[in-house]
C-alpha cells in the first residue's frame, strides 16, 4: 500500500455559541491514497463543508490531525498552510468563485502567474481548450454562463496539476444537464492527471461515481462506502 | 518552501492592475485621487506663484529683495559675501542733517544713495512742486533731490543750491516718491535726497553720528536664502536683516492673512481627498474580499495578498497623483490666464515643489486612508471561500483612525507648516466629529421608532440608512466633512475680504497736511471740509524727547537697537486729545472721563511702544519739550492700527496739560482723484503748511491687496469645484448594494416613481443630516481658526443654516443620478452582475 495523499485522525471542531458548545464535527478519520477519489454526503447543516474546509487547511480543528501531502497541518502555520495549498492543492466551489475583473483565461491564468511559469498563457489556453471554452478566452465571468463559469474554475483548479482537488458543491449551482456534463469533466481530468479527488455534494449519482463516499448527519459519520 | 520572489509579486501585481483597470474597477479610487491631487497642485503652484508675484510687489516697499540694516557700516566681508552669490547691490546711508540757506535752515533727512538705488521700484519726481511726476532716474554727483517741504520751508526754488554739511549740492528735482519711504511715513521732516558719492564731502558722518546704514540686495530666492542664512549667525547686535515681510505692516498683515487663507484652502483639499480616498478605498477593499480569499486558497501567503494590493494602490496612486499634478500644474495656467489683467506680466515660476507636494499628498492621504481598509484584506479568512458571511477579523478602531488622522496631521503640518493651523482644524474637526456623530446616531435610533408608521417609499428609502446605522453615520460625516470644507472656504473668504476692504476704504486719506500753524488751524479745517467728505481731525503736535522713566534716564533702560531705544532717541511727536481717535483700542488704564483731577497728567500710551520700555500703568515719564520738561503718568495703554492712514501717534496726552506750548497741527484727508488743482491752491492758501502725497502709496497697496482678494476668490472656486467633483465620487462609492436593492425591487414589481420616492427620501435625508454637521463643525471650526490662526473676533453665521437645505438637494440629486442605472437598466442585467 502507497502513502496516504490525505489523513485525518480523530477529527472535531466545536464551536462555541449562546446554547453552550456546538460540535460541528465529531471524532472522524478518513485516509485517502493518490488518484483516490471520494464524496461526501449529507443534508445542509451536516458539517460536510466544515470537514472541506478542514481537509483543505482553510479551518483548523479544535482536536484531532491532518496530514495533507505528508505535511501535518497542526503544525503550520497560516502562511505555510497557504504554501501547502500552492504546491499541492486545487479547489472548485459552488459558486464558481472567478474573479469578475478578469477574463476566462486570466481568471485560468492566476494560480500559473503565481507559480511564477513563463508560458502561463499557453497552459491557460490549453487547459480552456480541453474544457471546451477555446472560443470564449476574452471573455469575462459576467459574459458566461454558470456552466461555462464552472469549467473555468474546474480549468483553473488543474492548472496547477494539484495532487488533490477539493470540490464543494460542483454542480449545486447547474441543472442537471449542464451537471452531468461537468462531473463527466472533473472525473475525466482526475484520470488523466491522477489528482485525488474530495468532493461534497447532494447529487447521489455524482456521489456513486466515487470510489468512497461518506455520510454525516450532525457532525458524525453515519454511514461509509469504500470500495 | 518557498515564498513569492517581490519581482514577481510585483509583476503580478503590476498585471491585475492593468486587468482591474481595464474592467472598470479601479475608475472611482483614481478619479478621487485625480481631483484631490489637481486642486491642491493647483493651489499650491497659483499660492506660491502668486505669493512670488505680492513679494515682488511688496519689495517695492523696501526697495530691495532684503536690506541688511545697522546703526553701523557693514563689513567689507558681510558685502562681499552677497556680492560673491551673485546679488545686485545698492548702499544707502540716512542721516539727520540741517540745511542752511540764506533763507533760513531746516531740520532735514537726508539719504545718500549710489547709482544703483532702488533694487526694487522707481523714484519718481517733478521738475516744479505739484508738476506732473516722473519715474526713474536718480540725483547725480553734486545733485540733490528734495520733498516739496523743504521747497516751501526754505523758499527755494529747482536749480538753487544747498549746503549739507560742508559740501554745497544742487536741487535739480522735486522728489515726490521714494519706494522705500513707508518705514519712515511718520517723520515729519522734509528729504533729501544725494548721491554717496558726495557723502565724504559733507564731513558730516563723524565716529559717534546717528547714521542709519542700509545694504540693498536683489537676487533670485535661492541666492538671497544663501546670504541670509550665511549672514545670520553673524549679525552684529545693532544690524538686522529685513524683507518685504518685515518692512511694512499693511503688506506683511495682509500677505500673512492671505498665505494662511490658501493653506486652509489646500488643507481643505487635503481633507476633500482624504475622504473620498477613504470611501472609495473602503468600496476597493469590500470588493476584493472574495478575491483576497481565492488567493489565499490558491497559496496566497497573508503577506504577499497583503503586498499584492498594496503594489496595486501605489501603482494606481503614483499614476493618479501624477496625472493630477499635470492637470493641477495646467489648471493653475488656466487660473493665471483669468487674472492675466490684475497681475504683472512676468510671473516667477513656481518651480517643481508645489507638483511633489501635490503627488506627496494624495500618496500619504491613500496611505493613511486606504491602508486600513487594506489591512482588512491580508485579514480576510480563506475559508470565506466556502461560507460568504466570514469576514475579515475587524482591528482595533484605534489603528484605522490613527492611521487616517496621522497621515491627515502629517500632510496638514507639511503644507502650512503652521502647528497651530494644523492642530486647530485636526481638533476642531476630531471633536465635531466625535460630537456629531455621536448625536447622529441616537438620532437615527429615534428615527427607527418613527420609520414603522411611515410610507412605504420613506420604509424602503431609510430602512437601507437606518439598518446599518453605524456606515450610515459614517457616510453622513464623509459627506458633511466635504461640505464643511467647502463652506469654512466659502465663509473665510467672505471675512477676509470684508478686513481688507475695512482696512483700506475706497477713501481711506490720500493726503497728509504738515506744519499746519496755530493761527492758520480754522482755516484750514474749513477749507479742508469743503474739499474733502470726511476729513480727520486735526492733531496738535509738540515734538519732545523723553528722558526719565520713574527718575531713571531711559537711555540706561533700554537696550540697544529696539523699539523702544529708537523712540527714545528721537524726538517723538506728541499730542492731546479728548478722544481716544477712533481706529484706536484701550488695552488697559482708562480714557481722560474716569481719571481725577489734579496731580500729575495722565498719559496713554501705545501697547508695543510700552512693552519695549517695559512701562506700566501709573509709571513717571518725564519729558524735554522745547527746552522745558514736564512729567505725566501713565493712565492707559492703547492698540494703534498704524496701518489705517489715521494720523497715530505713540504719546497722547490729557487735554490742558500741553495747550500752553507752541504746536504745530497735522491731520490727513481724502482728496477725489482730478482734484491736483485745489491741491495746489490749498498749497498757495497755506504756505506754511506742507502737503504730502501718499496716493502712490495707496494705490500700490490696494493693488497688492486686489491680487491677493483674486486669488482668494478663484482658490475659493477650485475648492468648490473640487469639493462637488469629490461628492460625486464619493457617494459612487456607496451606490453598489443601493442600485441592486433598487433592480431587486424592480423585479418584484416596485414602480420607477416609487423607487424614485425612496431614494430622494433616502439621499436627501443623508445630505440634510450631513448638512447639520457641516454647518454645527464650521461653527466650530471657525471659531477656532479665527481665536488662533486669523486673529479676527467670531460672529456667528446665520447663513450656515442653509447647508442643511443645499446638503440635501446636493446629495440627494447626485444620489438619485448615481442609482439611476437600478431604475433604467433591466433588473436581470443588474441582479446577474451581483
Known sequence: ?227 | MKRLPLTRLFALAWRQSLRDARAGELRVLFFALLVAVAASTAIGYFGARLNGAMLMRATEFLGADLVLRGSSQASPDQVETGTALGLDHARVVEFSSVIATDAGIQLSSVKAVDSAYPLRGELKSAAEPYAEERSGGGPKPGEAWAQSQLFAALELKVGDTIEVGEKSLRLTRVLTYEPDSSADFYSLTPRVLMHIDDLAATGIIQPGSRVSYRELWRGDSQALARYRDTLTPRLQPNQRLEDARDGNRQIGNALGRAERYLNLASLAAVLLAGVAVALSAARFASRRFDASALLRCLGLSRHAALGLYAMQLAMLGLLACSIGALLGWLAQYGLFHLLRGMLPATLPGGGVWPALAGIATGMVALAGFALPPLAALGRVPPLRVLRRDMLPVAPSTWFIYGAALLALGLIMWRLSLDLMLTFALLGGGIAAALLLGGLLLLAMRGLRRLLAKASLPWRLGLGQLLRYPLAAAGQALAFGLILLAMSLIALLRGELLDTWQNQLPANAPNHFALNVLPADKDAFAARLAELSPHPAPLFPIIPGRLLTINGEPVRELVSKDTQGDRAVRRDLSLTWAQDLPSDNTLTAGTWWGGLPTGGLPGLSVETQLAESLGLKLGDRLRFNIGGLEREAQVTSLRDVHWDNFQPNFYMIFQPGTLQDLPATYLTSFYLPPGNDKALVGLARQFPAVTLLQVEALLAQLRSILAQVTAAVEFVLLFVLAAGLAVLFAGLQSTLDERIRQGALLRALGAGRPLLLKARRAEFGLLGGCAGVLAALGCELVSALLYRLVFDLPWHPHPWLLLLPVIGALLVGSAGVIGTRRALNASPLTVLREG
Open chain 1, 1 to 227: 500500500m502507497s502513502a496516504s495523499i490525505l489523513k485525518a485522525q480523530n477529527l472535531s471542531k466545536v464551536v462555541p455559541s449562546a446554547e453552550g458548545a456546538l460540535i460541528i464535527l465529531h471524532d472522524l478519520s478518513l485516509d485517502l491514497q493518490p488518484g483516490d477519489s471520494m464524496a461526501i454526503v449529507g443534508s445542509s447543516g451536516s458539517g460536510k463543508s466544515t470537514l472541506l474546509g478542514l481537509l483543505a487547511g482553510l479551518d483548523l480543528p479544535s482536536s484531532g490531525e491532518v496530514t495533507l501531502a505528508g505535511n501535518s497541518l497542526n503544525d503550520l502555520d497560516e502562511d505555510q498552510r497557504a504554501q501547502v495549498r500552492a504546491d499541492h492543492v486545487g479547489f472548485v466551489f459552488q459558486s464558481f468563485q472567478l474573479l469578475d475583473s478578469l477574463s476566462a483565461l486570466e481568471n485560468v491564468m492566476l494560480p500559473l502567474e503565481l507559480d511564477g511559469l513563463r508560458d502561463a498563457r499557453e497552459r491557460a489556453r490549453d487547459l480552456l481548450d480541453r474544457v471546451g471554452l477555446g472560443q470564449r478566452l476574452t471573455h469575462y465571468p459576467r459574459q458566461l454562463s454558470g456552466g461555462e463559469q464552472q469549467r473555468v474554475a474546474i480549468a483553473r483548479a488543474f492548472a496547477a496539476e494539484p495532487d488533490v482537488l477539493f470540490a464543494d458543491e460542483p454542480t449545486g449551482n447547474l441543472d442537471s444537464h449542464t451537471g452531468a456534463h461537468i462531473s463527466d469533466l472533473l472525473f475525466t481530468l482526475n484520470q488523466e492527471n491522477g489528482t485525488t479527488l474530495v468532493l461534497v455534494t447532494h447529487d447521489e449519482r455524482l456521489a456513486q461515481r466515487c470510489r468512497r463516499a461518506i455520510r454525516l448527519e450532525g457532525g458524525q459519520l453515519v454511514d461509509r462506502r469504500e470500495p
